[in-house]
């Protein structure tokens, strides 16, 4: 198994450019998150998926979107990126509500 | 409110030596406790969790934490640092039916030689 994969690694955005990072596991989990982490604050939960089709919104949601057609995928959409996006974005996944498997991570930049 | 302290923002401790990092949470139920490793660069690890039972947890690399519901903590420990350890560890809180995590803000462990 390949666990959790994100794409793509490190992408610098303009201010008002958009994007999808995109999140993929197999391992079959129903629930799936999308987590930020800034220095020195951890990681704060911006949206999580507890089945194929419900969403719903984390901590720190604004300015992001989420779609989940498929168990395998959960992308986040920036929609117009703005310098306050820069982070490190983590998203993890897990067959119930307990452990969590995290992917490598994806780092934004917005300049 | 649920909430997760870790007091210590950067800890240094000789290699050999023991360790514990700190770990206290604020929540009104039967928490999911859970420590959580982070390597330079990388994803997180799980090292260990809490569910019920057994207050002394065993995790992997030779870790271990007790819960202690008294005190609201759940302090990590390892007898004997290796320069291995060098990384930033966080503690998490969970128990929602949606398993939404609440973590703390990291504590940074640097082993000197």
């Known amino acids: 198994n390949a666990g959790v994969t994100q794409t793509p690694k490190f992408r610098i955005l303009k201010i008002g450019q958009s994007m999808t990072l995109q999140c993929t596991q197999d391992m079959n989990h129903n629930y799936m998150y999308w987590y930020r982490q800034d220095p020195g604050m951890g990681l704060k939960l911006i949206y999580y998926?507890?089945?194929?089709?419900?969403?719903d919104k984390g901590e720190v949601p604004n300015g992001y979107n989420v779609s989940r057609s498929t168990t395998e995928d959960f992308p986040l959409r920036l929609e117009l990126a703005a310098p306050s996006q820069t982070s490190v974005y983590f998203c993890?996944?897990?067959?119930?509500?307990?452990?969590?498997?995290f992917g490598p991570g994806t780092r934004l930049l917005v300049l | 409110a649920q909430s997760v302290t870790q007091p210590d923002i950067h800890i240094t401790v000789s290699e050999g030596a023991s360790l514990e990092l700190r770990c206290n949470y604020s929540?009104?139920?039967?928490?999911?406790l859970f420590w959580y490793v982070q390597s330079p660069g990388q994803g997180l690890q799980l090292l260990l969790k809490y569910f019920s039972g057994d207050t002394l947890v065993q995790g992997i690399k030779g870790f271990e934490a007790e819960f202690k519901r008294s005190q609201s903590s759940f302090n990590l420990r390892k007898p004997s640092v290796h320069w291995s350890d060098a990384a930033e560890y966080f503690c998490a809180l969970g128990g929602s039916n949606t398993g939404k995590l609440i973590f703390g803000q990291g504590t940074t462990l640097q082993v000197k030689p």
């Open positions: 998926s507890v089945g194929a089709g419900i969403t």
């Open positions: 929540y009104g139920a039967t928490p999911y």
């Open positions: 993890a996944s897990s067959y119930s509500t307990e452990t969590q498997y």
